[in-house]
């Protein structure tokens, strides 16, 4: 059975720091790209920093210079350090495995809430 659990999200106030986790089970986890997306009310979900097999990392524009992702294969974990958080970035955070050959192996997490407010 497959998990992503995230866990880190909380209230924040604006400029704030968050680092959030996603703990995978039930995988091979060094043979799958992690990302992760958020959704706000409203909104689509969008992906924001994903790191592949092999350590590169990619980053949605809005948040580039911001957010960190990285990954831990000993541990199959993901990480992702937001700083400089603004209200927009509010949302729910989600933790995304995608197999790096087969497309049909894609997996979610149920999702952590962030909340930048004062």
């Known amino acids: 059975q497959v998990q992503l659990v995230e866990s880190g999200g909380g209230l924040v106030q604006p400029g704030g720091s968050l680092r959030l986790s996603c703990a995978a089970s039930?995988?091979?986890?060094?043979?799958?790209?992690m990302a992760w997306y958020r959704q706000a009310p409203g909104k689509q979900r969008e992906m924001v920093a994903r790191?592949?097999?092999?350590?590169?990392?990619g980053y949605a524009d809005s948040v580039r210079g911001r957010f960190t992702i990285s990954r831990d294969n000993a541990k199959n974990t993901t990480s992702l350090q937001v700083n400089s958080l603004k209200p927009e970035d509010t949302a729910v955070y989600y933790c995304?495995?995608?197999?790096?050959?087969?497309?049909?192996?894609?997996?979610w997490g149920q999702g952590t809430q962030v909340t930048v407010s004062s």
């Open positions: 995304n495995a995608q197999h790096f050959v087969a497309a049909g192996y894609n997996f």
């Open positions: 039930g995988i091979k986890f060094s043979t799958y790209t």
């Open positions: 790191i592949t097999i092999g350590g590169v990392t």
